[in-house]
């Protein structure tokens, strides 16, 4: 039996949520729609500012960087957090589907009817142009004993969260890329222009690639770095919540994007091995994936690169 839920609610700060610009309610969101949703919560302690400012000024060879498991032990979640929501989850007829105190999270599921009686919000269908998706208005409320506990709920809206800024235009028939320079520089003449160390090549390191759509061809890899002279680098794609290496054919959008990123990483680090986090375009799918490269003990990235240079309409303070 389920425990009686507390009816006391606080708004969750930075959770405020507007329509997109031009959009239309085409009606309510389906009751019965199964969904997924990320509740973070905070640090088991707080990371003074004046310790993120001496990290962020010291020498990268005078910096001390944490093993995965010490950031989990000192920095992680409490593990009594993670059980009060927990304990919410079913007081509301949630399923947990995972916790994870390294991550600081518990993923829930749930009917859209529940999760909006969980989250005091109202989740309705709208369509802005040619998006339609799953949205809100204003903030998300949760009881008062999480409150101080939980610091942002993903995936209750499902709005993009960024858009492809890799053109190519069309000139007789084939496409060339919209640069305004004479002819386009390879990624190593570029590591050459901003002193890249010749004798570094990234092996026994990971690379890590966050990815919101689109995808890459093995084929379309051995062409390019054929081309350069370099030996394919190993690549693997790193399906994260139902989001895949799904190339459109298209290389003016996403396809460009991912080839771009793959290419620039391989061709300086052509030792490293690259792993390609592949999430859906929604503020769920970014944390989801970030968290995942972040925590990945069987490829433990060093690096994370972050595509999508502009997310746009993206959390605040939430994340942090």
């Known amino acids: 039996m389920a425990r009686k839920a507390s009816k006391a609610r606080i708004a969750l700060k930075g959770s405020e949520k507007k329509p997109l610009k031009g959009a239309q309610i085409v009606g309510a969101a389906r009751r019965d729609e199964r969904i997924e949703v990320t509740v ?17 000024r010291a020498d990268v060879r005078a910096r001390k960087h944490l093993s995965r498991e010490e950031l989990r032990e000192k920095f992680g979640a409490d593990p009594a957090d993670l059980a009060q929501v927990e304990a919410f989850a079913e007081n509301h007829g949630l399923d947990v589907v995972r916790a994870s105190r390294a991550e600081r999270m518990v993923r829930l599921s749930g009917s859209v009817q529940a999760m909006q009686e969980a989250f005091g919000v109202r989740l309705r269908t709208y369509r802005a142009g040619k998006q339609v998706y799953r949205g809100r208005t204003g903030a998300i409320r949760v009881p008062a004993v999480l409150a101080k506990i939980v610091t942002g709920v993903f995936g209750l809206d499902n709005r993009r969260q960024a858009r492809a800024h890799f053109h190519l235009r069309e000139q007789r028939g084939r496409f060339g890329a919209r640069a305004g320079s004479v002819r386009a520089f390879t990624p190593v003449e570029v590591g050459r222009l901003y002193q890249f160390p010749p004798n570094l090549d990234g092996s026994g390191e ?16 051995v062409t390019y770095f054929g081309s350069l002279g370099i030996p394919v680098p190993s690549v693997t794609a790193v399906s994260v919540q139902g989001g895949h290496n799904s190339p459109t054919g298209k290389p003016s959008g996403p396809d460009g994007e991912v080839m771009l990123d793959i290419e620039v990483a391989g061709a300086v680090a052509p030792g490293a091995k690259i792993a390609v986090y592949f999430a859906p375009n929604t503020d769920d799918g970014f944390i989801g994936a970030l968290s995942a490269a972040i925590h990945d003990t069987l490829r433990q990235p060093s690096v994370v690169s972050i595509s999508w240079g502009n997310l746009e309409r993206l959390w605040t303070s939430q994340a942090v």
């Open 206 to 221: 990971c690379i890590a690639i966050l990815e919101l759509g689109g995808g890459y061809r093995k084929k379309d890899l």
């Open 40 to 56: 973070l919560v905070r640090r088991r302690q707080g990371i003074p500012d004046r310790v993120l400012a001496a990290a962020t």
